[in-house]
C-alpha cells in the first residue's frame, strides 16, 4: 500500500502567489518525521522542511510553511510568494518509527511551474 | 566544499557489464543510503549503512551489492546490467538513523544517471 500519496501530478501558479502541495501519508507508528524535498530540473534533491509527529506547532522555513494536520494524516507544503526558481518537482515523504534506520519513504511527487 | 558527492555523474553501459558508482559524504554523517529514482521520478531506498553496517536492504537483486570501507563512503557495485537498471541513483547521508521523531534529514549527493543500452 502507498505510505505518501501526493495526489497533484503537477500545478501551474504564477509569481508571487501562493501554492499549497498536498500530502497525506498512512502509517499506524506515534513516531514519525515528515520530509519535503525539492528537485529542480537540474536534478539534486535539496531538503525544504520536516515535521516531526510530536510537534506541535506546524513547520516554517522561509517561504516553507507545513500545515500539519494529524488526526487527518496531512502534511501540506504551503509556499509563499512563488518565484520563477520554485519551478521544481517536490517530493513529501516520511520516515516511520525507530529502527527503520532512517528509510525515508517518498510520494510519487508534484511538478510545479511558476509562470511570470 | 560538497558534502556528498558522487561519481560518476553520468554512466552508459551495455547489458551484461558491470560497473560502480562511488559515493562520499564529509558531513560527519553515521548513515548512508542508496536511492533508485526511475523514468517516472519515483523514489525507493535500496540500501542503509550504518557505520559501515549494512541496515536495510530493500529486496534488492543480488546483483546490487553496496560496499562501505569507511563511516565516509558507500559505494554501490552493479553485476550484469539490466535494461531495467536504467535509473538515477542517488546516495545520501543523515547524522543517524536517528528517532524517528528527530529532524535529522538526509543530505543527497547530485544522483547517477545510469544508462543500459
Known amino acids: 500500500a502507498q505510505k505518501i500519496t501526493q495526489t497533484q501530478p503537477g500545478m501551474f501558479v504564477q509569481e508571487k502567489e501562493a501554492v499549497t502541495l498536498d500530502c497525506t501519508y498512512d502509517?499506524?507508528?506515534?513516531?514519525?518525521?515528515l520530509f519535503w524535498y525539492k528537485q529542480p530540473s537540474s536534478g539534486e534533491m535539496i531538503f525544504l522542511i520536516y515535521?516531526?509527529?510530536?510537534?506541535?506547532q506546524n513547520a516554517t522555513e522561509g517561504r516553507y510553511s507545513l500545515n500539519f494536520q494529524k488526526a487527518r494524516k496531512s502534511a501540506n507544503l504551503v509556499i509563499s510568494a512563488s518565484q520563477l526558481g520554485d519551478s521544481a518537482m517536490y517530493f513529501c515523504?516520511?520516515?516511520?518509527?525507530?529502527?527503520?534506520?532512517?528509510?525515508?519513504?517518498f510520494g510519487a511527487g508534484t511538478q510545479v511551474v511558476v509562470t511570470p | 566544499d560538497t558534502a556528498v558527492s558522487q561519481t560518476p555523474k553520468y554512466l552508459v553501459t551495455q547489458m551484461g557489464n558491470d560497473k560502480s558508482i562511488k559515493c562520499e559524504q564529509n558531513?560527519?554523517?553515521?548513515?548512508m543510503y542508496w536511492y533508485k529514482q526511475d523514468s517516472k521520478k519515483f523514489l525507493k531506498i535500496m540500501f542503509s549503512?550504518?557505520?559501515?553496517?549494512?541496515?536495510i536492504n530493500e529486496t534488492v537483486p543480488n546483483r546490487f551489492s553496496p560496499k562501505s570501507p569507511d563511516k565516509a563512503h558507500l559505494n554501490l557495485h552493479i553485476n550484469s546490467l539490466e535494461l531495467g537498471d536504467s535509473a538515477v541513483y542517488f546516495c545520501?547521508?543523515?547524522?543517524?538513523?536517528?528517532?524517528?521523531?528527530?529532524?535529522?534529514?538526509?543530505?543527497f549527493g547530485p544522483g547517477t544517471r545510469l544508462t543500459v543500452t
Open positions: 515535521q516531526g509527529s510530536y510537534d506541535e
Open positions: 549503512y550504518n557505520n559501515k553496517e549494512l541496515i
Open positions: 558531513l560527519g554523517h553515521d548513515t
Open positions: 545520501a547521508s543523515s547524522q543517524d538513523g536517528g528517532r524517528a521523531y528527530r529532524r535529522n534529514e538526509q543530505y
Open positions: 515523504a516520511m520516515r516511520e518509527a525507530d529502527g527503520s534506520w532512517g528509510k525515508l519513504q
Open positions: 502509517t499506524s507508528d506515534q513516531s514519525y518525521g
